[in-house]
């Protein structure tokens, strides 16, 4: 199973931008489908964002469409995601998540099964 880490959270401004990292170790991350999700205090986990295995294909929740990036670099075995344009409803503790997935271009929402332990993102108004 892969281990994943968070990195990259920290407190800002409204309008500013944080890029999250998801340092991956245990395994290849060729083999997975990789995905962001977030918790705000007294909210359930919500999904964010996904990438395929090729790295070819991405999905997103409609509340960050053209404002967050995810992205892979195999060879570093890390997932990233670019928020820009960070709104105070973006704060939440963001987490990384991997699912193997058999298909390249697949992108799923659901069924992970490897999880990071968090980073608080924070967005002031």
């Known amino acids: 199973q892969v281990q994943l880490v968070e990195s990259g959270g920290g407190l800002v401004q409204a309008g500013d931008s944080l890029r999250l990292s998801c340092a991956a170790s245990?395994?290849?991350?060729?083999?997975?489908?990789m995905g962001w999700f977030r918790q705000a205090p007294g909210k359930e986990r919500e999904f964010v964002a996904a990438?395929?295995?090729?790295?070819?294909?991405?999905y997103y929740v409609d509340s960050v469409k053209g404002r967050f990036t995810i992205s892979t670099d195999n060879a570093k075995s890390t997932v990233y995601l670019q928020m820009n344009s960070l709104k105070p409803e973006d704060t939440a503790e963001y987490y990384c998540?991997?699912?193997?997935?058999?298909?390249?271009?697949?992108?799923?929402?659901?069924?992970?099964?490897?999880w990071g332990q968090g980073t608080q993102v924070t967005v002031s108004s």
């Open positions: 998540a991997a699912r193997i997935s058999l298909y390249m271009d697949d992108v799923p929402r659901t069924g992970f099964s490897s």
């Open positions: 990438i395929s295995r090729s790295g070819g294909y991405t």
């Open positions: 245990g395994r290849t991350l060729s083999r997975y489908a």
